[in-house]
């Protein structure tokens, strides 16, 4: 007989911790708060995330990423999307936040908290609420004079 | 059954497989809400490269892609609720014109930039309402999905709503253009709220949790005060009761032939 050993699902988040945001290689998928719950046993390992913008056109390539990240188990993987809790940018932890930093996007707070990424210059303007990417908003650094985005609070 | 008679033929034998009151109550309304959120994002997509300003032309691409992966959503949960093995891409390409059953709002084509602003923010303003009732719908993957939706739209509010300011105050050919804007929209705003033929068995099982008609109220107290600080005249009541989400316009039939194309053109295309 056969033993399948046991797959912790700690292990399988350090996998996860693997796997880059698509378009910001510095932050993991686990310190942008993307797992929502991960279950193994005999048969599978089972990972919900939960997707930043409904629309995000990102989704299926993270899953496919997490798939094969999460391959050297041995063991078959299924990684869904759910909307059982919203992901929020509270979900965002410290890691992922200086992540965001050093990709020259400032990390999301209220607009008026809002500090540049290059610089830290608190003195910044809002240029527009919609940015490249359906998740970040366009700013104005006036201290360093550079333009930057700035993950959208929501 | 009764319930549905108002539903074009089509759309009734589409949910002969969804059971009861109840569940082809649910599968009206998210196919209302779907086709409503498909046809207005889509519609918005055609300003990409052509908006009045850059970020302009980025901010109306960002709510086309929110309204289009919004009805993506809602395509799913109804998919899953008729379970007759279309997915949702069957659900948002392979159907007739006369088998979507969006708000005659969204009939109105295009237009100008007036026209676009003032369609969005009457539609946003109803279907924020709309949402509203349901935070508590007794449909866990409906609001679970609506109080994701709901955080979405909180951008899309402030934004439609400084661009009416803006049109408003400015005076001259902006607010000429949105006063005719609004001259033609009017009579079709109230549409978006307009009672479904599966109500009752709706309120009845808590999926919404009031009827339209409250909704279409507090709706309307909102814009009213909008449009009174603006100076802006009331918004009249619904032209027309009958065939609120049937009888399409010219205007949508061209846009369906447009995105149809691809699927018509090769049948089982991915991306």
Redesign the interface.
Known sequence: MVMTAPISTDSVRARLATVHDPEIPTVSIVDLGLVHDIRVDDRRIAVELLPTFVACPALELIRSDATEALGGFGRPVDVSFTFAVPWTTERLTDAGRAGLRKAGIAPPAEPSAVRCPFCDSASVAMDSAFGPALCRSLFYCRGCRQPFEAFKPI | MNDFVAAPQAIAMDFEGAGDGRERGLALLLLSMADDEFVIGFSDSEWTGIGPIL?ED??I???A??????A??LYTLLANVVDDGRDADAWAYDRPPEGYIHARLLDHPRGDWAATIVRRYLYDTADSARLEALVDSSHR?LA??V???R??ER?HL??VQTWIERLADAGGESRHRLLAALGSMGPDAGTVLAPLAGEAALVRHGIVTEPFAAMEARWRDGVGATFRRLGLPELPPTASADRTRTDHSDAFRALHAEFTIVRRSEVGATW
């Open positions: 970020e980025v901010a691409s960002s709510l892609q929110d309204e289009l992966g919004h993506q959503a993957p679970e999905l109080a994701k939706i955080r979405e951008y402030m934004h």
